[in-house]
């Protein structure tokens, strides 16, 4: 089972979200554990990559504009993925992601 922590900033963003928005970005998180459990690829709608000039820090999209950014930590549960969450909106956190 994947671990995961949330930076500060992260929670700040995420209360500042919507209730329709926090609804969609927990969907799209059901799912992106469900590929990290797995091992696999992350499936194409969920559009992981990484973030330009941001080594090792990836991007999880959604519903058109949502986004989060987030970077692998180090392992918690051994074998398991441990994430840390560290900006939420839209496209305007990539400039600090």
């Known amino acids: 089972m994947p671990t ?8 700040t963003d995420h209360h500042r979200l919507t209730p329709v928005q926090r609804h969609a970005f927990r969907q799209a998180v059901n799912a ?3 590929d990290l459990r797995t091992g696999g ?4 709608g969920l559009r992981v990559k990484g973030v330009r000039r941001a080594p090792g ?3 999880l999209t959604w519903d058109g504009n949502g986004r989060a950014t987030w970077s692998y ?12 969450w560290r900006r939420i ?8 992601p």
Request: hydrophobic share 40%; charged share 15%.
């Open 32 to 34: 992106f554990v469900d």
């Open 41 to 44: 690829p992350f499936r194409t």
């Open 57 to 59: 820090v990836f991007e």
């Open 89 to 96: 909106g839209t496209h305007s956190i990539l400039t600090s």
């Open 73 to 84: 930590g180090r392992p918690i549960v051994p074998g398991a993925p441990h994430v840390i």
């Open 4 to 11: 995961y922590e949330a930076l500060p900033r992260f929670t």
